[in-house]
């Protein structure tokens, strides 16, 4: 709220306020029960027969009435003493000489009031704010730093029954001499391209070794044994020797079916056979094959034979 009132009017910068609240986390609760006395309404009333001393040998009441006959002279033996509270509200002895006797039973009700007060938790016992105004080239008089004055009080709502207290003064602010950092060497420029370089030589380093250097060792192990399969298969007059890895023999196997294929004198073996893809060049190679052996041939089918009916004769 501070921020928002004092920036338009000194700009950013040209303030610092502290604000220091004094909090009641107490948690407090009373009840008050009460009874007001002009809330008392007579409830019940009661009265006894009355008389006079003084009135007389007037008749009163209604002609031949017992009840308006005189009461007979009667003697009244001296009672002992006795100590006598103050007799109770709405009854009254007869004391003055002039009343024989008086007797009320008077029954109150009484107005009864409960009152409640509970105190919430964090209740603001005081307030007390500080603001410094920064007074360079701008000069605040006094009726500024009271409409200030005002509007701080205003904007964190002082109470001053409270006891809230408002400090404003304005002076000039020190200027803070900026100490000269020194970086570290690991955040200079040249230590981060560093790294980014020697990490692209590492992983290239990575690539070479772990994967490159042994594809081309395979390679190269593979191309030399399928020339030393070569070798082996013109000095033994066409056959692939053993021992000879199934890639290799595939390999040749394959290319040597393509040229019996094209030239049906030429010899075929059964690794030529199983090499050769497709059913049409497959049956070529076969006819060619029983047309150059037929006693192998027959072999063969005869082997077939004995491994589809083991029982067989």
Do not use: C
């Not at 948690?27 to 006079?52: H, I, L, N």
């Not at 964090?122 to 105004?133: D, E, F």
């Not at 920064?134 to 509007?151: D, H, M, P, V, Y």
């Not at 207290?165 to 420029?189: G, I």
């Amino acid at each position: 709220a501070l921020n928002k009132i004092l920036t338009p009017i000194v700009g950013p910068g040209n303030f610092t306020a502290e604000v220091h609240a004094d909090v009641d986390f107490s948690e407090t609760q009373a009840t008050r029960e009460s009874f007001p006395k002009d809330t008392a309404v007579v409830r019940t009333e009661q009265g006894s027969w009355t008389g006079d001393k003084n009135a007389g040998g007037e008749a009163r009441g209604i002609p031949g009435a017992l009840s308006n006959q005189p009461p007979a002279a009667s003697q009244v033996s001296a009672a002992p003493q006795q100590t006598v509270d103050a007799p109770a509200a709405g009854t009254t002895a007869a004391a003055n000489g002039d009343k024989t006797s008086e007797n009320y039973n008077r029954t109150y009700e009484l107005g009864r009031e409960v009152s409640v007060t509970h105190n919430p938790i964090g209740q603001v016992k005081r307030l007390s704010v500080a603001v410094a105004l920064r007074e360079g080239t701008r000069k605040f008089s006094r009726a500024e730093l009271a409409s200030i004055e005002t509007l701080v009080r205003g904007a964190i709502g002082a109470d001053q029954a409270r006891g809230d207290v408002v400090a404003l003064s304005a002076r000039s602010f020190a200027v803070a001499e900026e100490a000269e950092v020194k970086p570290n060497w690991w955040e200079a420029p040249w230590v981060s391209t560093m790294a980014r370089n020697l990490s692209a030589l590492l992983v290239v380093a990575l690539l070479i070794f772990g994967v490159a250097k042994p594809l081309l060792k395979r390679r190269a192990a593979y191309a030399e044994e399928k020339k030393a399969a070569m070798d082996a298969m013109v000095a033994s007059g066409g056959r692939i020797p053993q021992g000879t890895s199934p890639q290799v023999r595939n390999e040749i196997a394959s290319a040597l079916a393509q040229q019996a294929l094209h030239d049906p004198d030429k010899p075929v073996t059964l690794d030529m056979i199983q090499a050769t893809p497709g059913y049409a060049n497959r049956a070529e190679l076969i006819r060619n094959f029983v047309r150059q052996d037929p006693d192998r041939a027959a072999l063969v089918v005869r082997d077939l034979i004995r491994a589809d009916m083991p029982n067989a004769a």
